[in-house]
């Protein structure tokens, strides 16, 4: 915490705020968008020109979660995927950059500071008082000072508050971890850097840089050396070294390696690389792994493996414990590890947040775990939600003057309701129904509605928690009495069997992304008024979401009724909650 006055040559702008989120990938995106919904002012703070972190333009990691095709994460995450499929459906990586800053730019409450990369902060007793941050473009200080602070910068800068945290791999014996090291380290999982292929037709050989490593069939490193499997993930290293404070050096390294490996299958006499071009070679390694904040609890491999039923759980897992070889692509053996987990296991919220720092969230790749825990809470989708979680938890901070420990002693269903209402899936836990929709009547043109009330918005263990509508088809609310109600909630169905992931490689018949057939893209909200008059106050077109919150009139109702109009290609709509309150 420098004390030291800056120069007057650099102005400081300043902002204040409810919450201020430092880090801009997939957490802090949904942690930003959730904290702005629930009420608070919010500044998210990247210092990239782009938002989406390892799964942007500039990494191009695909985004994984949990397996199971009934555990697809939900909430802000699954919409920020649904619009891109809408604006973006061949799937190009510039566009998926603009999709996310264009959610974000959209946002109430919430203000974007890009290229901003934080290096101070101030300390008001135990809490964060502020953060200061060198502008790359406009050449000034931005300085935001705010009640909450969320880091998901991944290496945990705020750690400069004072704040408890770990690095490196635990021993054994420290947490009885089966699958940890018998001596404990500093160790981590490395960085890598990410290559995208384009299929072609003809062949034009590679000629790589001369900096570039010259690979021979016995120097190559043992790996998947053809070009139509994945994304190179295995292009790494680091494990052994500072990702943090060697990661020009590390990032050096991989690009050497990276344009020898690819040189190596594009010009390999057997024609494995024939018909592939280099479309695009990352210039910024994505990390795995450095410091990780020490919360209330710390998320072990044995609680994971016991499924993580925690009375505060407010995210789920489900990515196995993926535990990469410190020594990355120089390892003779296989580069990771897969031990299996339960899918999905819970996280829980005192992961959440720190336990001597007394405003301090955090999200994604840098909560309060054990290495072996991190190996499998680390991957984007799981990342993000936690994000949902955090930001949703820092807005009820504000709005009761509670501390995010408070939150979790007294408060902690009143989250977890709030993070369901949001679409955001709790594992063994059902959404509460509104009490003015119990009391009301449930029909439907056809079928059984009554689905509609058990709290559960997608299917499970392959039971279908949803009601089925033809184009016309309605299913509606009716009272004996008028009733004055607010809004109303509808969740659809965007298919969670398909994970909606961005490409690793270009194939020549060019790919062409459509939004769930299943899910509505029309529909309209009738109300009847105490006279019996019937009124449309919402005709919906092109509707890309799964979870829609829409205002009811001012006046008493005694009907409201949702009407199918059309889906996005199916015969017949699927719908997961209508209710009213």
């Given amino acids: 915490m420098n004390q030291e006055k800056h120069s007057s040559l650099f102005p400081i702008k300043s902002l204040k705020s409810d919450v201020c989120i430092v880090g801009g990938g997939m957490a802090g995106i949904c942690a930003a968008l959730a904290a702005a919904r629930n009420g608070a002012s919010t500044v ?30 939900g909430g802000i995450f699954e919409e920020l995927l649904l619009e891109n499929v809408y604006r973006n459906p061949k799937m190009n990586f510039f566009q998926w950059d603009h999709v996310l800053y264009g959610k974000c730019l959209e946002q109430a409450n919430l203000t974007v500071v890009l290229n901003c990369s934080v290096l101070d902060l101030t300390m008001k007793g135990s809490k964060v008082a502020s953060v200061r941050g060198w502008h790359l473009t406009e050449q000034c200080y931005y300085e935001v000072t705010a009640t909450m602070f969320i880091d998901c910068s991944g290496d945990s800068v705020l750690r400069a508050s004072g704040a408890d945290y770990r690095t490196g791999r635990e021993s054994k014996t420290e947490f009885g971890e089966s699958h ?35 690979y021979t069939d016995e120097t190559v490193p043992k790996r998947g050396l053809f070009p139509n499997g994945d994304n190179f993930w295995w292009l ?11 990661a020009d ?33 990352g210039s910024l390694p994505g990390k795995r792994e450095n410091v990780r904040y020490i919360g209330d609890h710390i998320l072990t491999q044995n609680d994971i493996e016991a499924e993580g039923r925690f009375d505060d759980l407010v995210a789920y897992g489900g990515w196995p414990m993926d535990d990469h070889h410190p020594d990355g692509i120089e390892h003779p053996g296989d580069p990771t590890i897969f031990y299996p987990t339960p899918t999905p296991f819970g996280i829980p919220y005192r992961c959440l947040y720190s336990r001597n720092i007394d405003n301090l969230f955090f999200a994604g790749r840098n909560i309060s775990a054990t290495h072996m825990a991190l190996s499998a809470t680390r991957v984007m989708a799981t990342c993000a939600i936690m994000g949902q979680a955090v930001g949703t938890a820092s807005a009820l901070a504000v709005r009761l003057n509670l501390s995010p420990r408070d939150i979790y002693k007294s408060h902690i269903t009143q989250l977890q309701e709030a993070l369901m209402e949001q679409d955001s899936y709790l594992p063994w836990h059902t959404r509460r129904i509104p009490t003015l929709s119990l009391e009301a009547k449930l029909t439907a043109s056809a079928g059984d509605p009554a689905i509609l009330l058990n709290g559960i918005e997608r299917n499970l263990n392959k039971i279908d928690n949803g009601w089925w509508g033809d184009p016309g088809s309605w299913v509606q609310y009716s009272w004996p009495e008028p009733q004055k109600a607010n809004r109303v909630r509808i969740v659809f169905d965007s298919d969670f069997t398909d994970n909606k992931r961005m490409l690793c490689r270009y194939p020549k018949k060019e790919l062409v992304k459509t939004l769930p057939p299943m899910l509505v893209k029309q529909f309209q909200i009738e109300v009847c008024d105490v006279d019996g008059r019937r009124q449309i106050i919402h005709d ?22 949702l009407i199918i109009g059309q889906t996005w290609g199916f015969e017949k709509a699927h719908v997961f909650a209508f209710d009213v309150r």
């Avoid at 919150?549 to 001012?554: G, I, R, T, V």
């Fill in 249 to 281: 050096t590390i990032r050096d390294e991989l690009l050497k390696i990276a344009y020898g490996v690819w040189a190596y299958i594009k010009n390999h006499p057997d024609g494995r690389g024939r018909e592939w071009e280099l479309d695009w070679i």
């Fill in 236 to 246: 790494e290293i680091g494990g052994t070294r500072d990702t943090i404070g060697q």
């Fill in 180 to 214: 940890a090291p018998d001596v404990p380290d500093k160790k981590t999982m490395g960085s890598s850097i990410l290559i995208q292929l384009r299929q072609v037709d003809g062949h034009i050989p590679f000629i790589p840089p001369p900096w570039a490593y010259h």
């Fill in 540 to 561: 919906i077109q092109d509707n890309r979401r799964r979870l829609l919150e829409l205002a009811l009139p001012d006046t008493p109702i005694t009907v409201c009724r």
């Fill in 44 to 73: 998210l703070i990247q210092d990239r020109p782009v938002l989406g972190g390892n799964a942007s333009s500039e990494i191009r990691m695909w985004i994984c979660g949990a397996h199971g095709e009934d555990n697809k994460e």
